[in-house]
């Protein structure tokens, strides 16, 4: 079992639909982030958390680290928030990230 | 937000031949670098650490060998692909860590925009 996992792998959803993107890890953690990466392949890192809610603009980000588990939400989607959006956790002592496998989000006009 | 470079963007090379790839840290200086690699439709696989002034730290399974990375200054890492082979093909990403909160283990990581490898 991976120790990031990430629901759902594939999600397609209208233009204006709230989406949730699901995040479940398995190890102690300092931090989580919420990276996005668009299909050219550039990677941009949208959070980073290590308790509570973070907003910025239309996307949020959630984390409750005794269940182990964050949520990205993005509010009034838009096609071009068509991405992959992949979770990644700093394991407790360690400096590198673990990757999630990622949720293929695509957002239709 | 800080910036990282990679160059080149895109490159084909010839099997055999060695290809350089340099991953920049353009507004802040980081003794950190991760190098990641991609294959289409998989997630991001670490390759290496490498750290300003010592030697990289190898994932098992990457030949330290064949993937030479150079962190000669705290702005500029290098990823040298030797003796490039088509299964060497891939989308290579770095990463410059910039830590947060005081703390080596908790940090901001910026990726650069990644060099897509195309070996012929």
């Known amino acids: 079992k991976n120790e990031v996992e990430q629901s759902p792998q594939n999600l397609t959803a209208q233009e204006g639909e709230f989406i949730t993107i699901n995040c479940s890890y398995s190890v102690g953690i300092s931090a989580l982030h919420w990276l996005q990466q668009h299909p050219g392949g550039g990677i941009v890192s949208l959070f980073m958390?290590?308790?509570g809610k973070k907003k910025h603009g239309r996307l949020i980000a959630t984390i409750n680290i005794q269940e182990k588990h964050s949520s990205l939400h993005i509010t009034a989607s838009h096609p071009r928030d068509s991405a992959v959006y992949i979770c990644?956790?700093?394991?407790?002592?360690?400096?590198?990230?673990?990757f999630g496998q990622g949720t293929r989000l695509t957002i239709n006009p | 937000g800080a910036v990282v470079s990679q160059h080149p963007s895109r490159v084909i090379c010839k099997s055999g031949t060695s290809v350089k790839i340099e991953c920049r840290s353009l507004d802040f200086q980081a003794t950190t670098m991760f190098w990641y690699r991609q294959f289409p439709k998989q997630s991001l696989m670490l390759m290496a650490t490498?750290?300003?002034?010592?030697?990289?730290?190898?994932e098992q399974g990457v030949e330290k060998d064949k993937f030479l990375i150079n962190h000669a200054s705290l702005t500029l890492s290098t990823l040298t692909v030797t003796s490039a082979h088509p299964e060497d093909s891939s989308f290579y990403i770095c990463?410059?860590?910039?830590?947060?909160?005081?703390?080596?283990?908790?940090?901001?990581?910026?990726f650069g925009p990644g060099t897509r490898l195309t070996v012929t």
């Open positions: 990463s410059a860590v910039l830590p947060w909160g005081g703390s080596l283990n908790s940090y901001e990581q910026y």
């Open positions: 958390l290590s308790s």
């Open positions: 990644a956790v700093i394991r407790l002592g360690a400096q590198k990230l673990v």
């Open positions: 490498s750290n300003e002034g010592s030697k990289a730290t190898y």
